[in-house]
């Protein structure tokens, strides 16, 4: 069992920045690799991007070169850095931990908007 906590949604305006964090809880050995998801309105929820337990990454096309996604081994903690953010990426943020199963933390909004 894995318990994750997100934080660092909110609002802001295009062209702008956020930072959200996942702290990682429980059976954090077993996991193979951790992601974030987003769900926008009326749509599945879709990888943004995701890091393996050997640090190898690998983004959606539409955030590439915008996001970045690190991972703190200190801390258990996976952060998703947004830059250039638009109004098409406002959704509820998900983390995820790959264990074989999958657990998903809370979610947490993101809304790009002036």
């Known amino acids: 069992q894995v318990q994750l906590v997100e934080s660092g949604g909110g609002l802001v305006q295009p062209g702008g920045s956020l930072r959200l964090s996942c702290a990682a809880s429980?059976?954090?050995?077993?996991?193979?690799?951790m992601g974030w998801y987003r769900q926008a309105p009326g749509k599945l929820r879709v990888l943004v991007a995701r890091?393996?337990?050997?640090?190898?990454?690998n983004y959606a096309d539409s955030v590439k070169g915008r996001f970045t996604i690190s991972r703190d081994n200190a801390k258990n903690t996976v952060y998703l850095q947004m830059n250039s953010l638009k109004p098409e990426d406002t959704a509820v943020y998900y983390c995820?931990?790959?264990?074989?199963?999958?657990?998903w933390g809370q979610g947490t909004q993101v809304t790009v908007s002036s």
């Open positions: 995820n931990a790959d264990l074989g199963l999958g657990f």
């Open positions: 429980g059976s954090i050995f077993s996991i193979k690799a």
């Open positions: 890091i393996t337990r050997l640090g190898t990454t």
